[in-house]
């Protein structure tokens, strides 16, 4: 049993009911609360009121505030008026002030801050190490290790953050052999710092921006705040904690396009090119390309296990960015000015008059439709591929025979006639091409220069023409 709450009130948008008693239980990551109701037709009376979820908010047997948000019913008993729901939201606690750390004294404002937060779902080889220091009376000292590698520490650059500096630093804890991470934000150290206000606003944009890092989908499980903290190798506690009730998320299947799994060295240098500007670049093109929709299609890509389902998600994203980057720059000028378009227009429509009763032996409009494409010719109006093209050179991705392959024939043939390639390898390249494909363009568009791993080499390092770093 995670919680007992020992008095509160259960509600939804129409009216409360006062609850004495209630169990708060978790599986497998999901909360489920049990109670009596005390008010024997509440239940009746909102049986077929919509909204149907409710809220519970109380006070535990330990003096925590709780609030429990998005609960649906999973069963209702009419013998004895018990009530069973399951939490689709979050679980909020706030500890009770005499368990407070005293705070130090304020010289400003009260502005709360996000101390840490734990996520699942994180693989990483960490950068930096904490050193121990041994001492024995053996004369074979200096085979003692010196240090382990247990964290990595990563310093952001942020404009746009209301009342603050422009950079906050976060440290990474765990990750490794399946366990939840902590990011651990707790750092102070002049305006390196992330408020809660500022975290809500960024939140989705930053743990999908750490997603892409990580080559696989991230979930923030626990969130601490509050006036107060108090860090922990064991168990981290703050004034106010909010606790996401979901089934634990299980990557089967991550990407390793960012060399963070393997070497520390690798993982450094990747979170050091990423702290400097991409972040901040990642948030101000999410506005414009959709970005978060783009990294959850290529998780889901690389978690599907038919290689043409893969395909076809990228497709999809693919056409989204290029369109989306479309709607968003300037229309393309029209190919000539309109006085030197009349001049021409005029002669083309006359030798084409010339040939009209020959052009009309085929269909009786022919003539009418080649005149209206003719009076088109100067417009500015740029068709898929014309955007694709444009997409490929805004990210400096390279138009390499591969690459041109693949918006060609290989796209066409998807789409239209349903055929990603020839046989079970040819698919599995052409669908390893689109990823690494799609992985580079977000990561030019951002402006990360850090080093990559491709799965397969769709240009020459001749033909490469963004920045990249050559370190492996």
Known sequence: MEYTVVRGWLSNKHESTKVSFALISQEDGLFRIETFLEDKDFFKRNEDRAPYDFRLHGVTEKGYKIECTELYMSRYTYANCKFELICHGHLKLTKPEQDYPQPPPRKQPYRPRVWFIEVEGFRIKHANHTRLHKERYFTDEHTIPEHKFDHTMCHVMLNDLPNNGNSFTFTIYGGEDGTNAVLDFSYDKGYSKLHWDEYQAIKDNLIHFLSLINGAKLIVRREYTGESYRPSETKRWSQVEYVYSFKRLVNSRASEFLPIFDHHGSTRTVFMMFGQLCLDSYCKLQDDLALNEVIDA??????????????????????????????????????????????????????????????????????????????????????????????????????????????????????????????????FQNYLKLDNMIRDIILNLIGYEGPRRRSIAYFSDAERIHKESTHR
């Open 298 to 427: 290529l998780h889901e890509s690389f978690a599907t296990s038919g290689i043409e389902e893969r395909f076809y998600i990228l497709v999809t994203v693919f056409e989204k960015l290029s369109s989306k980057l479309a709607a968003n720059t300037a229309a393309n000028p029209s190919p000539m000015s309109e006085a030197l378009f009349a001049v021409l227009k005029k002669r083309m429509v006359q030798m084409v008059s010339e040939h009209k009763t020959d052009i009309n032996r085929i269909h009786i409009a022919s003539y009418e439709t080649l005149v209206s494409r003719i009076g088109n010719l100067n417009n500015a109006k740029r068709s898929s591929q014309d955007d694709m093209h444009a997409l490929l050179s805004h990210a400096q991705i390279p138009i390499s025979r591969a690459v041109r392959a693949f918006l060609d024939t290989e796209r066409h043939q998807s789409v239209h006639r349903g055929i990603v390639g020839r046989n079970d390898a040819e698919r």
